[in-house]
């Protein structure tokens, strides 16, 4: 697939991520489930982390190119978690923000092995 429509794909998913945590608390469907909550911000941010690496193996990125994608999308993350500060009814969570992070890292991993069976 063709760089540019990855890029389409990841800043779409970034805005539906955004918009998702830009909804105040109570108007959010209550979930009692324990961890559940976690579980759904790894497997949104795994499905973001995804369409980065594939961004990024797209481009035939350096190694340095790809960090630099990674680490954007990791600050990107975080500023998303802070930025709930300011949402009525939310609040940042350092829980989140990790499993956020996990998602990411997951998605950058695997996606990398395997691509990396893939070329074999």
């Known amino acids: 697939m063709k760089p540019r429509l ?16 830009s ?20 497997g949104i941010y795994f499905v973001w982390g995804t369409l980065g690496k594939l961004y990024a193996r797209s481009r035939d990125s350096r190694k340095a190119e790809a960090f630099l994608v990674l ?12 930025h709930q500060y300011f949402i ?7 829980y ?12 950058w991993i695997i996606t990398s092995r395997v691509s990396g069976r893939r070329s074999s």
């Open 71 to 82: 680490a954007l999308m990791i600050a990107l993350a975080a500023l998303d978690e802070y």
């Open 88 to 94: 009525p009814g939310r609040s940042v969570s350092v």
């Open 23 to 42: 909804i105040p608390a109570k108007e959010m469907p209550q979930i009692n489930i324990f961890g559940s909550d976690k579980i759904a911000h790894f």
């Open 96 to 107: 989140d923000l990790l499993a956020n992070w996990s998602g990411i890292l997951a998605a």
């Open 6 to 21: 990855y890029l389409k794909f990841l800043l779409f998913w970034m805005g539906f991520i955004w918009i998702m945590s």
